[in-house]
Structures are given as C-alpha cells and as structure tokens.
C-alpha cells in the first residue's frame, strides 16, 4: 500500500509575523549595545573597581569574617567591630561564624547582572541574523559567510561569558566548603588564609569580567554596524524551498 508523502504546508503569514518581531527586537537591542558598555565603563570608574582601595576593604572584611556569636554581637545585641578576630578565634574554640563578604558581594552583584543581561541579548540578536541566512541556493556565498563568522564570534562570546557566571558560583561553592572546613577546625590558619586569598582572587577577576563584557558589548555593536548593509540584504524566499 502506498501511503504516500504528505506535503508540509507551512503558514508563512504566522512566520513572517515572527520573523518581524524578532527583527524588530533586533533592532531595538542595537542601540542598548553602547548604553550597556557604557554603564560598565561608568561602574568601573566608581569606586568598586576604580583603584586597590577596595581591594583593600574587601581583603580586611575577609579577615574580620571569622567571628563567633559571643565576640561578635555586644551586650545590646549589635554587632562590634574586632580588627583582631582572626587572633581571637584560635582562642575561642566556640562554633565560629564565617560570614558573607558583603564588600565583595556588593562588587560580583553587577558582574553578574551585565552577564545574564549580555547571554539574553546575544541570543536575541543570534536568532535574528540565522533568520537572516539565506538560501545557500542563491549564491550568494560573500554574505552568507559574513553572517557565519559573526554567529561564531557570537557563540564565541557566549560561551566565555557564561564560563564567567560558572566561575563565579564556583566560587561561592568552594568558599562554602572552607567555611565549613573553618567551623570544625577554627585552629588551623590555613584554612583562614584560603578564605582570604579566594575572596581577593575572586575579586579580581569580578573586575577582569567587567572589562571584558565591556568589550563585548562594543565588539557586537561594531561587528554589526560595519556590516549593516551586508546583514539587511535579506531574501525571504528560501522560507519556501526548505518544505
């Protein structure tokens, strides 16, 4: 019995409707490209990143991270601040707390806010210019590698800025797991050390990160601008040849 092959009839009113939405998404996301990188530019200036002063702050709050209960709260129930903490606590075998570095946190918070901003915006623009391939049949073989090589830088920096996002809950992940090895062992000083040092680390890399999601916004806006013309020679009509 020979059933046959259905064709595939494809309703290319409700494509071309999506197609237009997503371009003109497109379109409104180029020009938050610079606004983007120059809101970075701007928090680079300020004084989270803008000299080793904070650097400093966040190193100190490290230190003075490791408290307990008793020395960290005074008879009224605030807090006090005990520059020689990291001292005490070698003599105070109670259950330590090691807190949250607040100064560092203020510092990842927009790291990571330009991230997750930067990977939606990427794919936004990513299904945008695929939409725009056209049909390999035209020969029109100069554009189409264009646009190829603008989708793999894209994917290129993607990939790096979500590695980013991986790092920096890594880091959360291993400072979780000093803290405990601190709270069952607050006598060793290595473990205090580390804590220090991957608080400082991590806060250099928060600022390597800022730098570089700062050139990606302007890399992008570049990439497309230049090639504005090449990219809006869009043909619709290899939507059909594919059913």
């Given at each position: 019995?020979?059933?046959?092959?259905?064709?595939?009839?494809?309703?290319?009113?409700?494509?071309?409707?999506?197609?237009?939405?997503?371009?003109?998404?497109?379109?409104?996301?180029?020009?938050?490209?610079?606004?983007?990188?120059?809101?970075?530019?701007?928090?680079?200036?300020?004084?989270?990143?803008?000299?080793?002063?904070?650097?400093?702050?966040?190193?100190?709050?490290?230190?003075?991270?490791?408290?307990?209960?008793?020395?960290?709260?005074?008879?009224?129930?605030?807090?006090?601040?005990?520059?020689?903490?990291?001292?005490?606590?070698?003599?105070?075998?109670?259950?330590?707390?090691?807190?949250?570095?607040?100064?560092?946190?203020?510092?990842?918070?927009?790291?990571?806010?330009?991230?997750?901003?930067?990977?939606?915006?990427?794919?936004?623009?990513?299904?945008?210019?695929?939409?725009?391939?056209?049909?390999?049949?035209?020969?029109?073989?100069?554009?189409?590698?264009?646009?190829?090589?603008?989708?793999?830088?894209?994917?290129?920096?993607?990939?790096?800025?979500?590695?980013?996002?991986?790092?920096?809950?890594?880091?959360?992940?291993?400072?979780?797991?000093?803290?405990?090895?601190?709270?069952?062992?607050?006598?060793?000083?290595?473990?205090?050390?580390?804590?220090?040092?991957?608080?400082?680390?991590?806060?250099?890399?928060?600022?390597?990160?800022?730098?570089?999601?700062?050139g990606y916004f302007l890399r992008i806006y570049n990439v497309l601008s230049k090639n504005e013309d090449i990219l809006k020679q869009s043909t619709r009509q290899h939507?059909?040849?594919?059913?």
């Open positions: 019995m020979d059933i046959g092959r259905k064709k595939v009839i494809v309703d290319n009113t409700v494509f071309d409707d999506l197609y237009n939405r997503i371009k003109l998404n497109a379109e409104e996301l180029l020009p938050t490209l610079v606004t983007k990188a120059k809101q970075i530019n701007d928090v680079l200036k300020e004084n989270l990143f803008a000299n080793d002063e904070y650097r400093q702050i966040v190193v100190n709050s490290a230190k003075n991270l490791f408290i307990n209960d008793s020395m960290s709260q005074s008879g009224n129930g605030e807090h006090t601040d005990n520059s020689s903490t990291l001292n005490n606590l070698n003599r105070n075998k109670n259950s330590p707390l090691v807190r949250t570095n607040a100064h560092l946190d203020n510092a990842i918070r927009p790291v990571q806010d330009y991230l997750r901003e930067f990977i939606e915006i990427v794919e936004h623009l990513t299904a945008w210019l695929e939409l725009e391939i056209s049909s390999y049949a035209n020969g029109d073989d100069f554009r189409i590698v264009v646009q190829n090589e603008i989708l793999d830088e894209f994917a290129s920096m993607k990939a790096v800025s979500v590695a980013f996002l991986g790092q920096i809950f890594d880091y959360y992940e291993q400072r979780a797991a000093i803290g405990k090895e601190i709270c069952k062992r607050p006598n060793i000083d290595d473990s205090k050390h580390l804590l220090v040092n991957i608080d400082e680390l991590m806060y250099s890399k928060a600022k390597l990160m800022m730098i570089e999601i700062e939507v059909d040849n594919y059913f």
